[in-house]
């Protein structure tokens, strides 16, 4: 379970609860600053949050970077800069319509993320996020198998960790999760199941992602 800071203070907070890491949630540090979710804060602001987040806590921080702000390596060099470890990435391009990104494209982004990290000698943690859920009106069948194939894809261009939100009842998360080939992160929230409901394989596999970060 990952917490959401969205500045130092709930940071702490977090951190004296106990929580072996902390993340950042991109709306509530837009919102704290008087802007707007989706990209709607520029780069260099949202940096600036992240490594005030960082600074003020000792156990690992990633930063939601949203869409990547446009030059995703660039964006990623100031968030390791700025003390983050890891990275949430997302497939949505916060444009006209607020489509995805095509998966070939978003592919090359991901690379790009990891690349820009093993310049610096980092082993980042990527968690590769889908908004196929959240913009679809229905999460009918069709949707499911192509949240599947996106993950995996993004898998396989060297995310660490797959993100769906949007999932929230078990049956389609436990589908992902048999699905997909990787650790699979869902957004808790109303009718999510309740933690002691988890399978000892997503245990094994939140084990796997949490290695990374030992690293």
């Known amino acids: 379970m990952l917490p959401n800071a969205w500045d130092a203070a709930s940071a702490r907070l977090f951190e004296n609860a106990g ?11 837009a919102y704290a ?10 780069m260099t602001e949202m940096t600036d949050a992240v490594a005030r987040i960082a600074a ?12 990547g702000y446009g030059d995703v390596a660039k964006t990623v ?10 990275i949430n990435l997302e497939d949505a391009t916060h444009g006209p319509g607020d489509t995805l990104y095509p998966l070939a494209e978003q592919v090359g982004r991901l690379r790009e993320a990891r690349q820009a990290a093993q310049s610096k000698g ?12 959240l913009l679809a009106p229905e ?3 069709d949707l499911l198998y192509e949240g599947i194939a996106r993950l995996n ?15 929230a009842d078990r049956l389609r998360i436990e589908a992902l999760a048999k699905a997909l080939r990787g650790p699979l992160n869902v957004l808790a929230g109303k009718g ?17 992602c949490a290695r990374r970060w030992d690293s």
Do not use: W
Request: with cysteine.
């Open 77 to 86: 060099r100031s968030m390791l800069d700025a003390s983050a470890v890891g």
């Open 122 to 133: 980092i082993p980042l943690v990527i968690n590769a996020r889908t908004d196929v859920y």
């Open 192 to 208: 999510t199941p309740p933690l002691a409901e988890e399978s000892r394989d997503s245990a094994s596999a939140r084990a796997r």
């Open 139 to 141: 999460p009918g069948p």
């Open 33 to 42: 600053l008087g802007h707007a979710d989706q990209q709607r804060i520029g």
């Open 153 to 167: 894809a993004y898998g396989e261009a060297g995310a660490d960790c797959l993100f769906a939100p949007g999932v």
């Open 19 to 29: 929580f072996p890491a902390i993340a950042t949630t991109s709306a509530g540090i």
């Open 56 to 67: 003020a806590v000792k156990v690992p921080v990633t930063a939601d970077i949203e869409s």
